[in-house]
């Protein structure tokens, strides 16, 4: 299984980017975003199940929205009112019915004036 995240980039505070995984194969009970600042521990941003619930962090709830669809094996992080405080480089993990962990390679969200 190959999970490739894409979307990353530069934008000011107050922008918006959406960001989009797609997995090669699998069964997924799980599809989320993940991300890792500069110093610090990698942390749960966003969390979509196959029974269509959702799960956000603290820190990004009401300006972020996750979908997802595990038949089509994709998920969608759009991030909005992004602050200077989101940025990290951010990582897709996909749980498979059986319980095994995947990661996509990362990509960089910097958000800066």
């Known amino acids: 299984v190959q999970l490739q995240a894409s979307g990353g980039g530069l934008v000011q505070p107050g922008g918006s980017l959406r960001l989009s995984c797609a997995a090669s194969?699998?069964?997924?009970?799980?599809l989320g975003w993940y991300r890792q600042a500069p110093g610090k521990q990698r942390e749960m941003v966003a969390t979509?199940?196959?029974?269509?619930?959702?799960e956000y962090s603290n820190s990004v709830k009401g300006r972020f929205s996750i979908s997802g669809d595990v038949g089509k094996k994709t998920t969608n992080l759009q991030m909005n009112s992004l602050n200077i405080e989101d940025t990290a480089v951010y990582y897709c993990k996909a749980l498979t019915i059986s319980r095994r962990e995947y990661w996509g390679q990362g990509t960089l969200v910097t958000v800066s004036s």
């Open positions: 194969s699998g069964l997924f009970s799980m």
């Open positions: 979509y199940y196959s029974d269509g619930s959702t």
